[in-house]
Nanobody, 113 residues
């Protein structure tokens, strides 16, 4: 099983990034996919989640700025991040769950002020 996250980088405040996470080795369409993040010295926290049926939940701190989506044909989940703030700086992790939980390796997002 592999969750390969990409798309992180350095961006100025107010800018945008799009994260991608390509899954292999799992039945993608049955998994709830999510993005978590962990800032230095802080606990890992949920950013956004999308179920196999397309139900979506966002953390309050990203509502209206981030959009999660999934493409079953590509076994990929995306996180479009707009209006980025310095406090969004963190390692972003892809997560999959369908009875069994899997984590990706993380991609670093740095937002400069």
């Amino acid at each position: 099983v592999q969750l390969q996250a990409s798309g992180g980088g350095l961006v100025q405040a107010g800018g945008s990034l799009r994260l991608s996470c390509k899954a292999s080795g799992i039945n993608f369409v049955l998994n709830t996919m999510a993005w978590y993040r962990q800032a230095p010295g802080k606990q890992r926290e949920l950013v956004a989640r999308i179920t196999s049926g397309g139900n979506i939940n966002y953390a309050d701190f990203v509502k209206g700025r981030f959009t999660i989506s999934r493409d079953g044909a590509k076994n990929t989940v995306y996180l479009q991040m707009n209006s980025l703030k310095p406090e969004d700086t963190a390692v972003y992790y892809c997560h999959a769950v369908n009875f069994i939980t899997y984590w990706g390796q993380g991609t670093l997002v740095t937002v400069s002020s």
